[in-house]
């Protein structure tokens, strides 16, 4: 496994003329999320490029960048014991020197959802996810299914922008109690691990409600706001959406997905399912 530290070092690694690339882009503080992604990558590529960086860029002036969780040893040692070929971790002032000037930004759907409270959140998003892309050159990137809007509008922008990346996107991976891994899980404080699972039993209430017949949007939303609002968690949205473009559904149907966004605590956790009958 190589530590490559510099844009330039990256963009001159040559990959054998038939060698299948596959990408994981990360903030690092590895968990078996993360872990999941990279042996997809390892099991359908012949080679694997992680990237560890923090991105300023994606953060607002009053979230956690200062606290954002951070062990690049630990993440290594859990590197190394996978099929990993290139670890790509470059440096914030390299990634945006002084004079940086261009963003990207992928219309509307960079401003639903997460974007209404995070509204610079998803332009730092696709800014440095296409910088990578152009940096590391994969085949294929493999991302959670987590952060569904963020899947879903990388997507629209592989697209738009005519990338030759392959986007995979893989299942939530989650606690024993359905809770979903996530770094930033580690700023749960006490009762709040417990309160936590409220994301997760609001979304398998939804698909069991689907289960047993109801359809509504509006019915199924506001039994999964009770069950949130029950366990203490602030919601910022639950919505259902067509999980192709994230427009809101009224009447649920086999491309519908529940996505919810709630403060437990300080925290603000994610989460999302097929609500598929
Ligand atoms: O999902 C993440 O960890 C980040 O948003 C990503 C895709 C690595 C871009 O910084």
Same mark, same amino acid.
């Given at each position: 496994?190589?530590?490559?530290?510099?844009?330039?070092?990256?963009?001159?690694?040559?990959y054998?003329?038939?060698?299948q690339?596959?990408f994981?882009?990360?903030m690092?503080?590895?968990?078996?999320?993360?872990?999941?992604?990279?042996?997809?990558a390892a099991?359908?590529?012949?080679l694997?490029?992680?990237?560890i960086?923090?991105?300023?860029?994606q953060f607002g002036?009053?979230?956690?960048?200062?606290?954002?969780?951070?062990?690049?040893? &630990?993440?290594? /040692? #859990?590197?190394?014991?996978?099929?990993v070929?290139? %670890?790509?971790? =470059?440096?914030?002032? *390299?990634?945006?020197?002084?004079?940086?000037?261009?963003?990207?930004?992928?219309?509307d759907i960079?401003?639903i959802?997460?974007?209404i409270s995070?509204?610079?959140?998803?332009?730092?998003?696709?800014?440095?996810?296409l910088?990578?892309?152009?940096?590391?050159?994969?085949?294929?990137?493999?991302?959670?299914?987590?952060?569904?809007?963020?899947?879903t509008?990388? &997507?629209?922008? /592989? #697209?738009?922008?005519n990338?030759?990346?392959?986007? %995979?996107?893989? =299942?939530?991976?989650? *606690?024993?109690?359905?809770?979903?891994?996530?770094?930033?899980?580690?700023?749960?404080?006490g009762?709040?691990?417990e309160?936590a699972?409220?994301l997760?039993k609001?979304?398998?209430h939804s698909?069991?409600?689907?289960r047993?017949?109801?359809?509504s949007?509006g019915?199924?939303?506001?039994?999964?706001?009770?069950?949130?609002?029950?366990?203490?968690a602030?919601?910022?949205y639950?919505?259902?959406?067509?999980s192709?473009?994230?427009?809101?559904?009224?009447?649920?149907?086999e491309?519908s997905?529940?996505?919810?966004?709630?403060?437990?605590?300080k925290?603000?956790?994610?989460?999302?399912i097929?609500l598929?009958a």
């Amino acid at each position: 496994m190589q530590i490559v530290r510099s844009i330039p070092q990256m963009q001159a690694v040559k990959y054998p003329e038939a060698a299948q690339v596959g990408f994981v882009p990360t903030m690092g503080y590895l968990h078996e999320g993360h872990l999941s992604l990279v042996d997809a990558a390892a099991k359908n590529c012949d080679l694997v490029v992680v990237s560890i960086f923090v991105n300023p860029a994606q953060f607002g002036p009053s979230e956690d960048l200062d606290s954002y969780p951070q062990d690049f040893e &630990r993440d290594l /040692a #859990l590197l190394q014991k996978r099929k990993v070929d290139y %670890v790509f971790f =470059p440096t914030a002032e *390299e990634v945006y020197p002084p004079g940086y000037k261009t963003w990207v930004e992928v219309e509307d759907i960079s401003r639903i959802l997460c974007g209404i409270s995070r509204p610079e959140h998803f332009k730092g998003v696709s800014t440095i996810v296409l910088k990578l892309l152009n940096i590391a050159r994969p085949h294929f990137m493999y991302m959670g299914q987590k952060d569904f809007q963020q899947l879903t509008l990388l &997507r629209r922008m /592989a #697209l738009d922008l005519n990338l030759s990346v392959s986007i %995979v996107g893989c =299942p939530i991976v989650r *606690e024993a109690d359905g809770l979903a891994k996530s770094s930033r899980n580690i700023y749960l404080k006490g009762d709040q691990r417990e309160q936590a699972r409220c994301l997760y039993k609001a979304l398998t209430h939804s698909q069991e409600l689907v289960r047993v017949g109801e359809r509504s949007a509006g019915k199924i939303i506001a039994a999964a706001e009770k069950i949130l609002s029950d366990n203490q968690a602030k919601v910022d949205y639950v919505k259902i959406v067509d999980s192709r473009d994230l427009s809101e559904t009224q009447e649920v149907d086999e491309c519908s997905r529940m996505l919810i966004a709630a403060w437990v605590g300080k925290p603000r956790l994610i989460d999302n399912i097929s609500l598929k009958a």
